[in-house]
């Protein structure tokens, strides 16, 4: 919605319009702006429009992620860089479904640019060892498949994991 430089602006102006606030007396505007200011603070590092496709993306809804991706214009400089991560990484999600070759620039985009959560680069690694392995690239595949395995502390894909290598024995 805003540039990332107007939402710290944005609480900067809302912070100093609060402590007016605290010196005036109003300690209950004064609270009630610091957390506004707060609220752009944690868009500065949450994008909204991320956040909205990742909602649409638990409810498998691919077309309503797809519109709240295609919202954020140009990701390079209205992004910080692991929100730049996450927005090719969600990209990776939806063209998996369709070009794989194009799936594979996005998740390995995303990989370089970092993603926060472990879960996340196992899940990038997996689809890519499964890119992979499509591509007949079984060397790189068992590769990712072993990172994917040392980044899934909770075991969320050890399902999905263990599948594939049943997989990667066929071929």
Known sequence: ?????????????????AVYQFIEGNIGNGIFLILIAL???FLYF???FILLAFLRMR?????????W?????NPESSLIKKQQGYYNYLNGIMASQTNLTQAEKYFKKALKLGLSMGYDKAM?????AGIAMQKRRKREATMLLNEAKKLDKQN????????MQQQMKKI
């Open 124 to 128: 990038a690694k997996l689809s890519l």
């Open 59 to 67: 409810k498998q809804d691919f077309e309503g992620t797809k519109k």
């Open 46 to 48: 949450r994008n909204e």
């Open 1 to 17: 919605m805003y540039n990332k430089n107007i939402k710290l602006v944005l609480a900067g102006l809302t912070l100093a319009y």
């Open 156 to 163: 969320m894909l050890a399902d999905q994991i263990k599948m």
């Open 39 to 41: 609220v752009f603070v």
């Open 69 to 73: 991706l295609d919202k954020i214009k």
